[in-house]
């Protein structure tokens, strides 16, 4: 790789840096070429992307970074999985580390917040934007839904009791 190269890679990664919601670190020694595919294939469905990089160009393209205390991650064979939303790389590689003990989540960092492997834990157990917003809809319709059925309780009561009263007369 010659250096025009490695400077492409380092602007990448430091985009990837910049841009992500959360970078999560892992070990896969071990894995196999299909484990890796699997790996990418789940980190695409859920939004997210994969990157195998030198350690040495990681570390030079999160200096200055907000997520530059995850420097201290990087070594051994490492992959990088990185998504935009803040949930979905951490929630895809728990998961994913469940499943295979060859890969080994050393940390990670939302924004300028470090994670351990306990953290990114906690962060895989987050509800996604998505999820929350749904949540949010939810809470705000419910007061509205609750008035409608209490102004139509009433009517529906009066009606029920005449439909009583009509029985009882015709028996």
Do not use: W
């Amino acid at each position: 790789m010659d250096r025009a190269q490695k400077e492409q890679v380092v602007e990448e990664l430091g985009q990837i840096f910049e841009s992500s919601g959360v970078v999560v670190v892992a070990h896969y020694e071990g894995m196999t070429v299909a484990h890796m595919q699997d790996l990418r294939s789940r980190m695409r469905e859920a939004g997210g992307s994969v990157r195998v990089a030198k350690n040495k160009l990681a570390k030079i393209a999160l200096e200055g970074k907000p997520c530059a205390s995850i420097a201290d991650y990087l070594t051994g064979m490492t992959v990088i999985t990185y998504s935009e939303d803040p949930t979905a790389a951490a929630r895809v590689a728990d998961k994913y580390a469940k499943d295979n003990e060859r890969f080994v989540i050393l940390g990670g960092a939302m924004g300028d917040s470090a994670l351990d492997p306990a953290g990114v834990k906690a962060v895989a157990s987050m509800p996604s934007r998505d999820e929350l917003i749904a949540q949010i809809v939810s809470c705000i319709g419910a007061p509205a839904s609750n008035i409608a059925g209490a102004i139509g309780a009433p009517a529906s009561n009066i009606a029920s009791i005449l439909s009583t009263l009509e029985e009882r007369e015709a028996a």
